[in-house]
């Protein structure tokens, strides 16, 4: 029997208390055993080390904002606190790790910051903020781009930089970092008001793909590893055609064979499929999958690739498919597991 330890990461208001964990058990396809794993204001984004040793949340702890460490009881799921480095002003809404279990850098949406550290110790610790990134501009939606909007921060492949995407001023923008400490090397500028969320890298490290918020819509980049540089390659929608209700692009994740591109999207509650297209990059739509809730905030690929979870921000249920791994598409299992909620969901690595 193979069961695999997931984390869901919340906003803590209604009955929700911090981080929530829950077993996929593959044999029998089916979620159980949902518990709190630890108490902690609004950790709406967690990541997990490579070594499964540490999760990494975005923290808030009143009017402070940063990132909290944990170690992780592989066994049970249970998280214990190691130690939380919070600043003045809002908390960050993303977290990354790099595989060597040195850095980690947040990206905080209300501040227009980025923001690194430096893990002091093999328990996890967190050293007190290394660098900090402020932001500037604006972009044309003048509700959503009025200043910058910092929603993802994360390592390239080779993780000599880390790829910063800006929702307010419509920017991708590559920075070297060293000992913590982060240097700008390229910027791009993608469509005017298309609000970049979130970015995923092809496994072969030569793509990467953008998910909108504001238009909808995957940009499809090359990625030039040399001096860590992106040069859009496509843009395709996400929703039909026919779509007229808001919507709001969420998540995007990427297959480990690199086969299959799927994106998150908010108000249509759906996961659209993309086939990839292995020599150029460029993505076909392929379909849409409900996710059988309210407001999908995230979803993932287990670590077998055979199976995806997706988290209903407003309908508070976590959905589980079984993913058919030649032709990419979804097949709904499961969808009355209960988190109060969920936003980010995250496996332990295998």
């Given at each position: 029997?193979t069961?695999?330890?997931?984390?869901?990461?919340?906003?803590?208001?209604?009955?929700?208390?911090?981080?929530?964990?829950?077993?996929?058990?593959?044999?029998?396809?089916?979620?159980?055993?949902?518990?709190?794993?630890?108490?902690?204001?609004?950790?709406?984004?967690?990541?997990?080390?490579?070594d499964n040793?540490?999760?990494?949340?975005?923290?808030?702890?009143?009017?402070?904002?940063?990132?909290?460490?944990?170690?992780?009881?592989?066994t049970?799921?249970e998280?214990?606190?190691?130690?939380?480095?919070?600043?003045?002003?809002?908390?960050?809404?993303?977290?990354?790790?790099?595989?060597?279990?040195?850095?980690?850098?947040?990206?905080?949406?209300?501040?227009?910051?980025?923001?690194s550290?430096?893990?002091?110790?093999?328990?996890?610790?967190?050293?007190?903020?290394?660098?900090?990134?402020?932001?500037?501009?604006?972009?044309?939606n003048?509700?959503?781009?009025?200043?910058?909007?910092v929603?993802?921060?994360?390592?390239?492949?080779?993780?000599?930089?880390?790829?910063?995407?800006?929702?307010?001023?419509?920017?991708?923008?590559?920075?070297?970092?060293?000992?913590?400490?982060?240097?700008?090397?390229?910027?791009?500028?993608?469509?005017?008001?298309?609000?970049?969320?979130?970015?995923?890298?092809?496994?072969?490290?030569?793509?990467?793909?953008?998910?909108?918020?504001?238009?909808?819509?995957?940009?499809?980049?090359?990625?030039?590893?040399?001096?860590?540089?992106?040069?859009?390659?496509?843009?395709?929608?996400?929703?039909?055609?026919?779509?007229?209700?808001?919507?709001?692009?969420?998540?995007?994740?990427?297959?480990?064979?690199?086969?299959?591109?799927?994106?998150?999207?908010?108000?249509?509650?759906?996961?659209?499929?993309?086939?990839?297209?292995?020599?150029?990059?460029?993505?076909?739509?392929?379909?849409?999958?409900?996710?059988?809730?309210?407001?999908?905030?995230?979803?993932?690929?287990?670590?077998?690739?055979?199976?995806?979870?997706?988290?209903?921000?407003?309908?508070?249920n976590?959905?589980?498919?079984?993913?058919?791994?030649?032709?990419?598409?979804?097949?709904?299992?499961?969808?009355?597991?209960?988190?109060?909620?969920?936003?980010?969901?995250?496996?332990?690595?295998?």
């Amino acid at each position: 029997m193979t069961k695999f330890i997931g984390y869901v990461g919340t906003y803590t208001k209604g009955d929700s208390k911090g981080i929530y964990t829950f077993t996929l058990d593959t044999d029998n396809e089916k979620l159980s055993g949902t518990t709190l794993a630890a108490e902690l204001e609004n950790p709406t984004y967690v990541t997990v080390s490579n070594d499964n040793k540490n999760l990494f949340a975005v923290a808030k702890q009143r009017e402070f904002g940063g990132a909290a460490a944990f170690s992780i009881d592989t066994t049970t799921g249970e998280l214990s606190l190691t130690n939380t480095q919070v600043s003045a002003g809002a908390s960050p809404c993303h977290v990354s790790v790099d595989s060597e279990k040195a850095t980690v850098v947040t990206a905080n949406y209300h501040k227009g910051t980025v923001e690194s550290f430096r893990i002091e110790d093999k328990e996890g610790s967190l050293s007190p903020v290394m660098s900090v990134i402020q932001h500037v501009g604006t972009g044309p939606n003048k509700e959503r781009q009025e200043k910058p909007h910092v929603h993802y921060a994360g390592f390239t492949p080779d993780e000599r930089y880390v790829a910063v995407v800006d929702l307010g001023i419509d920017k991708l923008i590559t920075y070297k970092h060293d000992n913590g400490q982060l240097t700008e090397v390229h910027s791009l500028e993608v469509k005017a008001g298309s609000g970049p969320r979130h970015l995923v890298f092809h496994p072969n490290g030569k793509y990467a793909y953008i998910m909108t918020e504001l238009s909808n819509e995957v940009i499809g980049l090359t990625y030039n590893s040399e001096d860590g540089s992106f040069t859009e390659l496509q843009y395709i929608s996400t929703i039909p055609e026919d779509f007229t209700e808001n919507n709001q692009g969420s998540a995007i994740h990427i297959s480990l064979d690199g086969k299959f591109v799927y994106a998150g999207n908010r108000g249509h509650d759906s996961i659209a499929l993309f086939s990839v297209n292995e020599e150029t990059g460029e993505l076909s739509f392929v379909e849409h999958t409900s996710t059988e809730g309210n407001w999908p905030r995230d979803f993932v690929l287990d670590p077998s690739g055979k199976f995806v979870v997706a988290t209903n921000q407003e309908s508070h249920n976590l959905v589980l498919y079984s993913r058919d791994e030649a032709t990419g598409k979804l097949t709904l299992l499961q969808s009355d597991v209960h988190v109060p909620y969920p936003v980010c969901v995250k496996f332990l690595n295998v």
